[in-house]
């Protein structure tokens, strides 16, 4: 069984890294067609006894997260999860009590034989106390269950809080990194408990066990060592019983790191012959060119030649993890089952009087066999999965505390509101970035200066900067090299709440939030998110009041709805369910109702613009920086015109940089444009010098640009 494991734990959080062809981390078995690579750390017998020293150093590096769940769980609930605990130990309790009334029963039956008399009274109050036993477990199991359901459920409230500002107070570049990635994911409830309260579940499953499996055996040996034979018997029962416990050291389970991958051509090739014939965009150029004998033949070429191996990973896995499930040690098991109806016949043969006795010891014996045994077992699953509900804890309560990449500033900003209001300067120099896991440099040696409320445009194709720049000033990153200045201070030494406030931003790859179109619109200004006059005003400017005025819910339009509808076995003729459009040829399944809202993209981009007028509007005396990154690349020409009129109402006396790829009227406008090509800054100036300039790039784009409206 592949287990997790503290040292292949912290190897995947420190390096992030999984390589296949490190032999000395990794094994690699050959399934079929397929490559099966898994840790070795993590292909760990079943058993406690043989983790490493490493697994109980991690456990007891992780206690500390396990008591503070517990008082944090204490804080939402202590009197519920007080009697959650007075429960399980009740519970716990119950087999042994079991066991001990049917001990009383061997009692009886000896008296039976021995005086030839029966004791009537006593063996209805121990029917009774056998019956009153399995209703007691029946009414603890169902009081336990439905504590835990409630307890869960408060867990999932108190710690969904926690996980929601864990994930977002991450910067860009934090959330980018894989290992941040995969630890935020990992925080994810899945069934059946949140990580909270699957650890504290599986602290009190391991107790239980314990408890029940000691409970257990002092009753039995207090009752059986006046038997004869008694616990040669238990010894026999127990000895047969454990060898259903080797099953669990070899099975192929996967769990933690593991890739698999087929290099076999013949079957590579095959699976891409299935997807051309069944995707729909290949079919016209297949039934044109005739394609159908051909491929026909081909594929049952490659079936022919693979045969019975042309199986998906799964189903290769799953006939080698039936394989390996015949284990020869349990042939053992067989004579040893055996044994203890061969000492109790012996038994019989040598003192047939004992026979009642034996029979009741016997059958007493390996029922209290069979239950030490599910017990174990569970003890053995429960701690064996500790380690790694441990670790999530830890993740859990670390998830808070993961440091951003970009560093925040001590110096507040603005020294006064005058300031924002006659606009902001901004700098760079020398400025070079790359992006994380990119060689190539996005900016390279970028210097310019834009003064207190002018207008700068940068001009540039695709790719060659103009994006980042603006990124780089709302520290979404941090130059590689270089400084940028803003009001004459360090970027970098600023408090990006402070700096983020006096900025009003639209990117080229904008987003809108799976909410109403009022909120999309008011999140531009969390301040004044209920100011429904300046949410309607910031859509009109916008140009977006006519296309939300069209739509059935107005302003509570949702763009994505988050929580799709499910339905499944609609009849053939349904098109709509709840007043949305349904997708036709698969109603019979368990479907989601599609979230297409059927915006177009310049639509969608004046709700964007919609968004950014709202943060200048509703914050005008703290915004003093306009940044719009493209933000007419969706629109057509006379929408285009419409939006420059109104940014340029909207900038007063506020510092602009806009950039675009396309020349308009906003650069004749221009205090400074910038002109980039291939992360660089190539010329600088007003639209009236670069078009005197010779030799200029600028004038002969826009000149080019302009022979289009000739």
């Given at each position: ?154 867990s999932r409230q108190f710690y969904s809080t926690h996980i929601f500002h864990a994930m977002a107070r991450l910067d860009v570049p934090t959330l980018d990194d894989p290992n ?126 693979l045969g019975s191996h042309a199986n998906d990973f799964w189903s290769t896995y799953m006939d080698a993890y039936s394989d390996r499930n015949f284990q020869p040690v349990r ?268 915006l177009s993209g310049g639509q969608m981009q004046r709700l964007a613009v919609a968004r950014t007028f709202m943060r200048s509007l509703s914050a005008e005396k703290e915004v ?87």
């Amino acid at each position: 069984m592949v287990k997790d494991s503290s040292k292949a734990r912290d190897r995947c959080e420190n390096d992030g890294a999984f390589d296949p062809h490190n032999g000395k981390i990794i094994e690699h078995r050959k399934l079929g067609v397929w490559d099966l690579y898994v840790e070795r750390d993590r292909m760990l017998s079943y058993f406690p006894t043989s983790w490493k020293l490493e697994e109980y150093a991690g456990i007891w590096n992780d206690v500390p997260y396990l008591w503070r769940t517990i008082y944090d769980m204490g804080t939402v609930a202590w009197p519920m999860l007080l009697l959650f605990l007075a429960v399980a130990f009740a519970r716990s309790l119950v087999p042994a009590l079991n066991l001990w009334f049917s001990g009383q029963l061997l009692v009886i039956v000896q008296n039976a034989v021995d005086k030839r008399a029966l004791d009537a009274h006593s063996l209805f109050q121990i029917a009774g106390g056998r019956v009153l036993c399995a209703a007691a477990e029946h009414i603890l199991n169902h009081a336990s269950n439905k504590m835990s359901t409630a307890l869960d459920g408060r867990s999932r409230q108190f710690y969904s809080t926690h996980i929601f500002h864990a994930m977002a107070r991450l910067d860009v570049p934090t959330l980018d990194d894989p290992n941040v990635a995969g630890q935020i994911n990992a925080l994810t409830p899945r069934p059946p408990h949140t990580p909270a309260w699957g650890a504290i579940v599986t602290l009190v499953d391991t107790g239980s066990a314990f408890l029940m499996m000691f409970s257990q055996t002092a009753v039995l040996l207090g009752v059986l060592r006046d038997q004869k034979d008694g616990l040669l018997l238990t010894f026999l029962s127990l000895a047969g019983d454990a060898l259903s416990l080797v099953d669990f050291s070899s099975m192929l389970e996967l769990d933690g790191a593991w890739a698999a991958t087929s290099r076999n051509e013949d079957f590579v090739r095959m699976a891409g012959l299935k997807r051309l014939v069944k995707d729909p965009k290949h079919r016209k150029e297949f039934v044109a060119g005739g394609l159908t004998e051909y491929l026909t033949a081909e594929y049952r070429g490659l079936a022919d030649r693979l045969g019975s191996h042309a199986n998906d990973f799964w189903s290769t896995y799953m006939d080698a993890y039936s394989d390996r499930n015949f284990q020869p040690v349990r042939l053992l098991k067989l004579p040893l089952g055996e044994l203890p109806q061969i000492v109790f016949t012996l038994r019989a043969v040598q003192q047939p009087s004992s026979i009642p006795v034996s029979l009741t010891s016997l059958h007493l014996v390996q029922g209290a066999s069979n239950t030490f045994m599910m017990h174990f077992r569970v003890l053995l699953q429960e701690t064996g999965t500790f380690s790694k509900k441990l670790s999530t804890l830890r993740k859990l309560y670390e998830s808070g505390n993961i440091p951003n990449k970009v560093v925040d500033g001590t110096t507040p900003f603005p020294e006064n509101n005058q300031s924002i209001r006659d606009g902001i300067s901004l700098e760079f120099r020398k400025v070079s970035f790359r992006y994380p896991g990119s060689e190539s440099y996005a900016l390279r040696d970028v210097s310019f200066a834009v003064k207190p409320g002018q207008l700068c445009v940068i001009i540039g194709t695709n790719g060659s900067g103009k994006s980042t720049i603006l990124k780089l000033v709302a520290r979404i990153y941090d130059p590689t090299e270089g400084t940028i200045l803003i009001g004459g201070y360090d970027i970098k030494t600023m408090r990006l709440a402070d700096l983020r406030r006096a900025m009003a931003i639209l990117f080229q790859d904008y987003t809108h939030f799976p909410l109403t179109i009022r909120e999309n619109i008011a999140l531009g200004d969390p301040a004044h998110a209920h100011d429904d006059a300046a949410i309607e005003q910031a859509a009109r400017l916008g140009g977006a009041s006519e296309l939300i005025s069209r739509l059935p819910d107005g302003f509570d339009t949702y763009l994505e709805r988050p929580v799709p509808d499910i339905y499944s076995g609609l009849p053939e003729g349904t098109t709509t369910v709840f007043g949305r459009k349904i997708e036709k040829g698969q109603l019979r399944n368990f479907m989601n109702t599609p979230t297409d809202h059927g915006l177009s993209g310049g639509q969608m981009q004046r709700l964007a613009v919609a968004r950014t007028f709202m943060r200048s509007l509703s914050a005008e005396k703290e915004v003093g920086l306009l940044l719009f990154d493209e933000p007419s690349a969706s629109l057509d020409p006379n929408a285009e015109q419409d939006l420059f009129s109104r940014l340029r109402e909207l900038r007063g006396n506020k510092t602009m940089i806009f950039s675009s790829h396309r020349f308009g009227n906003l650069t004749r406008h221009a205090d400074l444009i910038l002109y980039m090509d291939d992360a660089t800054i190539i010329e600088t100036g007003t639209h009236v010098e670069l078009l005197k300039r010779e030799g200029s790039d600028y004038a002969r784009l826009w000149h080019v640009q302009a022979q289009a409206f000739l």
